[in-house]
Every structure is written in structure tokens, then in C-alpha cells.
């Protein structure tokens, strides 16, 4: 009946809540529509969606990263419509996802660190305010893309402690030309970044290692949260695989930097699928 999805720039998470109300999950990559054109997204959507969904769907509800203009929105609905022909189909920001899985309907600032990061401010309802993502290349602070850029900055640049060095060595061979074909020339240089955050995560002991992921959320802090008004008396909520993994140190950077931090989730999808599934009672009821 109602097909929901959370979608960012590694992964796409589906829910299938059926008419019976069970639930059922399915998995694709990401689709991020700076990425990728409309053809891509529709031909990613027919080869690794279609095949996992055999029931009719009624509505659709697609939260996604890069949906936050109408030419990009256009071209998700669009994908989705070759598809699902006869189905309801709302696009909304993936930022407007993780608002209403963490807060339902009350008031927080809502923050997201997985490949990038961006944040918002809800008022239980709608966005009414928000710092702009500029992208790995001009912020996403803290975030993977973030890591994985300071990781390789601080290694070529030879910046790194001997013993860090000796460890990143030891699992990458890595050449300058390598890596500038990567970031500049590929698909999706912000999930190749991002991927160098695992190798940070398997080291996060090392003091230099915790340093720059330290570094990373106080300036996501300090740049995003920080900057909406009376933040101090907002609650401040997390979704991502970089907030979800590192949670203990963006708790401590908040507590150092007064910021009232409560939820951090690794995924706004089951929020998500809550805060549907009370829309249905709530029409169901009237």
C-alpha cells in the first residue's frame, strides 16, 4: 500500500507497509539526483527496486538527499512514475525525513552525518530554518566525506604522525595521481571519501585518529547547530553512520559545547515508518 523510502548518497532504505500492515524491507544504493541524471535513477530504480516489489503500491513517500529543488525532485518522481504509474508520489528532503523520524511532531534541531552532513531546524511540522549544505568540497563538516578528506590531506601533505602513518601504509597504497583521479573524475567522489572513515573508526584509539573526528563535529557544531537561534534550548537530534559510530564523541563535543544532544540514530527509516503508520490510524480515525 504505502512504500517509503530514505535515500542518501551510499544507500537507499525502502519500507513496504502492506495492507494487512505488515512490514517489509528492502535495500538499494543511493540516489542522489547532483549524481546522477534521471536516466541513471530510473534505470537504478528499474534494475534493484522493481524486482523486490511484487505488491501493488498506493503511495509513495521518498525522502532523499539532493531533493531540495524542484528539478531534482522532478527527476526521483520521475524515475518512480515509470514504475508506479497509478501511485501517489510525494519527494521530500532527506532532512525533512530525519525530522520526522527523530522529532514526530515536536520542536529540535535535526542534524545529519553520514556521507555529508546538514542540519535544520523543525518546528514538529515543517523546516523553518536551515544552514545549507555546501557539499564535501566547500563544507559537509564532519562528516565521512569530511574524514576521509582530512585523512588524505594529512597524509600527502605529510602531516601525519610517523606511527599514523605507518598504520595508513600498511592498509593503502595510494598514489597522488590515484587519489586526484578519484575526487576529481569519478561518479561519486564523496562516497569514495567517505569510505577512508572506516579505516579512521578500526583506529579511533590512537589520539590522532580521535583528533581529527573531534575536530570534524566541533566544527560541524560550531558552523550548523550553533548558528540557529536559542540553540541552547533546543533539543538536537542525529541520524547517519557517522553520528551512529562516532556517537560517544559528538556527545562529548556537545556536552563541551552546551549543546543538548538526545537522539542519535543510524537510520531515520524506522522513525519514518512510525510517523506513517500513525498518519493512517490518524486518517483511519476521522
Same mark, same amino acid.
Not at 525525513?97 to 511532531?105: D, E, M, P, V
Given at each position: ?29 543511493? @540516489? ?5 541524471? /534521471? *536516466?541513471?535513477? %530510473?534505470?537504478?530504480? =528499474?534494475?534493484? $527496486?522493481?524486482?523486490?516489489? &511484487? ?78 549544505? @555546501? ?5 559537509? /563538516? *564532519?562528516?565521512? %566525506?569530511?574524514?576521509? =578528506?582530512?585523512? $588524505?590531506?594529512?597524509?600527502? &601533505? ?93 556527545? =562529548? ?34
Amino acid at each position: 500500500m504505502i512504500l517509503i523510502a530514505d535515500s542518501g548518497s551510499t544507500k537507499t532504505d525502502w519500507r513496504h507497509i502492506k495492507r494487512d500492515g505488515s512490514i517489509v524491507q528492502y535495500k538499494t544504493e543511493g @540516489l542522489n539526483p547532483y549524481y546522477e541524471s /534521471e *536516466g541513471e535513477i %530510473a534505470t537504478i530504480l =528499474k534494475d534493484s $527496486l522493481s524486482p523486490q516489489v &511484487s505488491d501493488e503500491v498506493d503511495e509513495i513517500y521518498f525522502y532523499g538527499a539532493g531533493c531540495s529543488s524542484e528539478g531534482n525532485r522532478n527527476a526521483i518522481k520521475n524515475g518512480l512514475i515509470k514504475l508506479f504509474a497509478n501511485a501517489k508520489i510525494e519527494i521530500n528532503h532527506d532532512l525533512l525525513g530525519a525530522a520526522r523520524s527523530l522529532c514526530g511532531t515536536e520542536p529540535g534541531i535535526v542534524c545529519i552525518l553520514g556521507t555529508g552532513s546538514n542540519s535544520c531546524l523543525y518546528n514538529g511540522v515543517d523546516i523553518i530554518d536551515n544552514v545549507p549544505s @555546501l557539499g564535501f568540497i566547500l563544507g559537509d /563538516e *564532519g562528516s565521512g %566525506a569530511w574524514l576521509g =578528506k582530512r585523512l $588524505l590531506n594529512e597524509y600527502f &601533505s605529510k602531516s601525519m604522525p610517523t606511527d599514523a602513518q605507518t598504520k595508513f601504509e600498511a592498509n593503502f597504497a595510494l598514489s597522488r595521481e590515484e587519489v586526484l583521479s578519484k575526487v576529481y573524475q569519478s561518479h561519486m567522489p564523496s562516497r569514495y571519501l567517505a569510505a577512508y572513515s572506516k579505516f579512521i573508526f578500526e583506529n579511533i584509539n590512537d589520539p590522532y585518529f580521535y583528533g581529527i573526528v573531534k575536530e570534524g563535529f566541533e566544527l560541524f557544531y560550531r558552523k550548523t547547530v550553533m548558528n540557529y537561534e536559542n540553540f541552547e534550548k533546543v533539543t538536537v537530534h542525529f541520524t547517519g553512520s557517522v553520528a551512529y559510530h562516532y556517537s560517544n564523541i559528538l556527545r =562529548k563535543v556537545a556536552s563541551d559545547l552546551n549543546i543538548h544532544l538526545k537522539n542519535i540514530v543510524e537510520s531515520p527509516i524506522a522513525g519514518l515508518t512510525l510517523f506513517h503508520q500513525n498518519s493512517i490510524r490518524k486518517n483511519e480515525n476521522n
